[in-house]
């Protein structure tokens, strides 16, 4: 249970590093209620970024359905976390 719960905050930490960093934010203002179009202007050039930065940092390959679906950051979070685990 703690060895889950640690991969999960790992992740999400990660996902929130790599989005700060690929919009030049602070990490602080970026959380998992964070609405991708609503809060940090995401277009459809950028979702395509995230899934190829995704892949790379986490090796993992997203699911495409899951994908569409995303409208915050948990979303992305519980995407990894989908083929992840």
């Known amino acids: 249970m703690v060895d889950v719960l640690m991969v999960e905050v790992c992740v999400e930490f990660e996902v929130i ?12 203002k970026i959380g998992c209620q964070s609405r991708l179009v609503e809060d940090l202007n995401v277009d459809s050039v ?13 090796d993992v390959e997203l699911i495409s359905g899951r994908i569409e679906r995303w409208s ?3 979303d ?6 989908e083929v992840y685990m």
């Open 17 to 28: 590093k790599v989005l700060s960093d690929y919009f030049l934010m602070d990490r602080k």
């Open 72 to 74: 915050t950051v948990g």
């Open 46 to 58: 950028d979702i395509v970024e995230i899934i190829i930065l995704m892949d790379e940092v986490f």
């Open 76 to 81: 992305i979070v519980d995407s990894v976390l």
